[in-house]
């Protein structure tokens, strides 16, 4: 299961900003499962994203497209938040069999909650909504309407 970074709490958070939690700081850290994303959300605050660059870290196989590159966004506008995961680029396939959302800053849980417009289960504690999601090399589309 993975694990929490609260070091994050620390800085000033702008706006619509995304945190990748649970980096590896060297190559012989165990990989973290799920892959948690902080996401502050801000209506009017414009898209945030953040790039996940991986590779097996311990050769130069990223020379011949042995990497794993993706975008993540978010965007506020009028109560509905969207969340964008970008295709999974070059051939690495991460270690790992999910990633978590956590959106921070909600009053209480959402009205919905939807992956590629299915309706999905969120958890919602203490101000934050929590969404699984399974590891795929293709592009997710979430949806919350606060």
Same mark, same amino acid.
């Given at each position: 299961?993975?694990? =929490?970074?609260?070091?994050? =709490?620390g800085?000033?958070?702008?706006?619509?900003? #995304?945190?990748? $939690?649970? $980096?590896?700081?060297? *190559?012989?850290?165990?990989? *973290?499962?799920?892959?948690?994303?902080?996401?502050y959300? =801000?209506?009017?605050?414009?898209?945030?994203?953040?790039? #996940?660059?991986? %590779?097996?870290?311990?050769?130069f196989?990223?020379?011949?497209?042995?990497?794993?590159?993706? *975008?993540?966004?978010?965007?506020?506008?009028?109560?509905?938040?969207?969340?964008?995961i970008?295709?999974?680029?070059?051939?690495?396939?991460?270690?790992?069999?999910?990633?978590? #959302?956590?959106?921070?800053?909600?009053?209480?849980?959402?009205?919905? $909650?939807?992956? %590629?417009?299915?309706? $999905?289960?969120?958890?919602y504690?203490?101000?934050?909504?929590?969404?699984? #999601?399974?590891?795929?090399?293709?592009?997710?589309?979430?949806?919350?309407?606060?």
């Open positions: 299961m993975g694990r =929490a970074v609260e070091a994050l =709490a800085p000033v958070v702008e706006p619509g900003a #995304l945190w990748q $939690v649970d $980096v590896a700081s060297h *190559t012989g850290e165990r990989p *973290t499962d799920p892959l948690t994303f902080l996401i959300p =801000a209506a009017n605050a414009g898209a945030g994203e953040v790039a #996940l660059y991986e %590779d097996a870290g311990d050769g196989g990223y020379e011949d497209g042995e990497y794993a590159r993706r *975008t993540v966004s978010c965007e506020e506008s009028g109560g509905h938040i969207t969340v964008r970008g295709e999974r680029e070059g051939s690495f396939v991460p270690n790992r069999g999910s990633l978590r #959302l956590e959106l921070r800053h909600f009053a209480s849980a959402p009205e919905s $909650v939807t992956v %590629d417009g299915e309706g $999905v289960e969120s958890g504690e203490e101000g934050a909504v929590l969404v699984g #999601l399974a590891e795929t090399d293709g592009a997710l589309t979430v949806e919350i309407l606060r």
